[in-house]
T-cell receptor, first 113, second 115 residues
Framework: DQQVKQNSPSLSVQEGRISILNCDYT??????FLWYKKYPAEGPTFLIS?????DKNEDGRFTVFLNKSAKHLSLHIVPSQPGDSAVYFC????????????FGTGTRLQVFP | DTGVSQDPRHKITKRGQNVTFRCDPI?????LYWYRQTLGQGPEFLTY????????KSRLLSDRFSAERPKGSFSTLEIQRTEQGDSAMYLC?????????????FGQGTRLTVV
């Protein structure tokens, strides 16, 4: 049972435009959500997170939105840059400070000039 | 400290052989995790240590797999009698223990190929 789902395996965006990556989850007990970025042959790198008590968190070009009623979160990257080209994983944990992460299958983002 | 370190980066082994991987977490982190990632999938949780105590093991961790963290610092993951299905990227991560959720920091992984 896939508790965290990323239904778009790939996304292609022009440089300077907005990239929107989506993630859905099924377990209502998740209370912490994270986005990781992964380049080939490297481990995932933490990007941004959000607690379930918030609906938005922003860090520079990256913003994560959480819609708990829809069990949906999204990552917005504005403006997109070629260096953002990577695989992006959505992850969730919980409840109660359980740091074990449940990952989605990833979305490959390609930013072209 | 430069981050989570894993050794080796790559390992090719024959089916039936035993392999051992090492992970050195960020020094002040007392939580350590092992994940496995196969092609086209996200990382899957295998096991988790808080200091030297192994607190949780996934059902993915068959009896051929064993993990240790004897002194609460580095950890080893051993796979006995390797099978071709064990071929994957094995990722280690660490995090500090805090009252609130915090992100885990990953190493670069060990890519295992069983031939």
């Amino acid at each position: 049972d896939q508790q965290v789902k990323q239904n778009s395996p790939s996304l292609s965006v022009q440089e300077g435009r907005i990239s929107i990556l989506n993630c859905d989850y099924t377990n209502s007990m998740f209370d912490y959500f994270l986005w990781y970025k992964k380049y080939p042959a490297e481990g995932p790198t933490f990007l941004i997170s959000i607690s379930s008590i918030k609906d938005k968190n922003e860090d520079g070009r990256f913003t994560v939105f959480l819609n708990k009623s829809a069990k949906h979160l999204s990552l917005h990257i504005v403006p997109s840059q070629p260096g953002d080209s990577a695989v992006y994983f959505c992850a969730a944990s919980g409840p109660f400070n359980t740091d074990k992460l449940i990952f989605g299958t990833g979305t490959r983002l390609q930013v072209f000039p | 400290d430069t981050g989570v370190s894993q050794d080796p980066r790559h390992k090719i082994t024959k089916r039936g052989q035993n392999v051992t991987f090492r992970c050195d977490p960020i020094s002040e982190h007392n939580r350590l995790y092992w994940y496995r990632q196969t092609l086209g999938q996200g990382p899957e949780f295998l096991t988790y240590f808080q200091n030297e105590a192994q607190l949780e093991k996934s059902r993915l961790l068959s009896d051929r797999f064993s993990a240790e963290r004897p002194k609460g610092s580095f950890s080893t993951l051993e796979i006995q009698r390797t099978e071709q299905g064990d071929s994957a990227m094995y990722l280690c991560a660490s995090s500090p223990q805090r009252d609130m959720n915090t992100e885990a920091f990953f190493g670069q992984g060990t890519r295992l190929t069983v031939v």
